[in-house]
């Protein structure tokens, strides 16, 4: 089943294009991660679907009452406002102490309800949004660069627990990421996006995509750089915006 | 006359009612113009107040729809304008200060009628009519009702908009809900503290109640009580020491918050 369609979507604000005809559909249960440099309209992609900007051109569907768990990018709360787990859990709707706390168990970060937000670590505020997300019984769980400011293991650690949140729930999950390797080995599907789309699939097939290496090959300086490339379209890593 | 005739006699119960009524619709919707920093947005929709007043002596409407009115029209204008061109306290800056500015011109156009600016500016309290009282109450409830019915919405957005778009919320409708809200407490406040004042009965009750709270619901419930206690304190202060009493009010709010402070420190240490 699809959980949603992308039909040609752009959008554009003034002069500048930020997304170019992108066309992309999601089956339930898929783990599709999107990848692209800073300013490949990742986040937007992000945004379009959840509804907080609207396409230029083209169309979103989603399935009939599709239910979205989104995890934002970096939950920026104002020191001023008090906030405890729990309450943040149950901000929009109700749930018992015993969902409350099933749901930070499954998110690894149990007994934390009593907690204080802006007491958390990076690694613990975005497991608790996490828990948040899942309190809603989602067909999709969105992630937006969900592990920025991780270090390498919380990196992994995290993307572990986002593995068994699938298997435990069977929810379809979509996310952006330029963590490139750990995100790559969980995911069914690789969008490289950089405007458009450049090139998808499995992860195998992406990291071996000569579109792909156009846009990460460079400045790694590792094992990524050995590919020497030839592509028939530029990559402008100046266009578009956030 | 003394204390307790004071309060029997009418005028005093009424400037306490009158505080006590704003002070419960004020210090809730404080908590969000702190949350969101919109601290100088409410200065700019205050000072416009003024505005209202000249144009409701000069058309003959009510004070309190006169000046709800240009509030609202300058809530709106300011969320309308934020992220174009300018910064957002550039805009504030110019708009707050100029509203201030044409109110005060237009009221010195005003030959005919005698108008009191300093009640105005500073409020006059102790001057409130039974009438007021329901204009403050009504305008108190309608605010407190609007701020529990787009509580969780309000504190979605608040949080972040793009997660409350995912949940269904659209944070540009929240923030019209807070705009309304923001033209009714300064309406309901200017004869109570005055135009150059409300900022104050909505920013630092709620910043005096952060220190010692640990959810949004109890800041706001105990910046009700606090703004509440203060009037009282405030009217109290201002009859024994023959000081304004607006100003006063917001000295004692001040007191209280130095003191919320210091013992949320003591608090945090141990």
Known sequence: ????????????????????????????????????PNGSGKSTLLRLLIGSIAPSTGRITCQAGLRIGYVPQKLALDPTLPMTVDRLLSLRRRASRARVAQALQEAGVPGFERRQISALSGGQLQRVMLARALLGEPDLLVLDEATQGLDQPGVAAFYRQIEAVRQEHGCGILMVS?????????????????????????????????????????GTGG????????HDHRHDHKEGAQ | MSWANAILDDFVLRAILAGIGLAFAAAP??????????A?????????????????????????????GVALVMAFTVSTLGGRGFAM??????????????????????????????????????????????????????VVGLLIWRWSALLTSTLNPDLAYAEGVDPRREQMVLNVALAIVVAVAIKVVG??????????????????????????????????????????AAWVFDTPTGPTIVCVVAGVFALSVTVGQVLARR
């Open chain 2, 40 to 68: 100088y947005f409410g200065d700019a929709t205050a000072h416009a107040a003024i505005l209202g007043v000249a144009l409701s002596l000069t058309f003959s409407v009510s004070i309190f729809m006169g000046v709800m």
């Open chain 1, 223 to 230: 094992a990524l750089a050995l590919y020497s490339h030839h």
């Open chain 2, 195 to 236: 135009a150059l004042l409300i900022t104050a009965m909505l920013i630092i009750p709620a910043a005096a109640a952060r220190p010692l709270t640990r959810t949004p619901e109890t800041m706001a419930l105990l910046a009700g009580g606090l703004a509440s206690a203060s009037v009282v304190g405030g009217i109290r």
């Open chain 2, 29 to 38: 919707l404080g908590c969000f113009v702190v949350w969101r920093h919109m």
């Open chain 1, 178 to 218: 330029h963590d490139l390797h750990v995100v790559m080995s969980a995911s069914d599907r690789v969008i490289c996006l950089n405007g458009h789309i450049c090139c998808q699939g499995t992860p195998q097939h992406v990291v071996s995509a000569p579109e792909y290496r156009a846009l990460f090959g460079e």
């Open chain 1, 1 to 36: 089943m699809t959980l949603f369609t992308f039909g040609s979507v752009g959008l554009s604000f003034g002069d500048s294009a930020i997304l170019k005809s992108v066309s992309f559909e999601m089956g339930a249960g898929e783990i599709v991660t999107i990848v692209g």
């Open chain 2, 89 to 142: 306290d550039t805009i504030l800056g110019v708009l707050a200060h100029s509203a201030l500015a044409f109110g005060l011109v237009a009221a010195s156009f005003l030959s005919g009628i005698r108008i009191d600016l300093m009640a105005y500016l500073f409020g006059d309290i102790l001057a409130v009519m039974p009438r007021d009282l329901g204009v403050i109450w009504g305008g108190g409830a309608l």
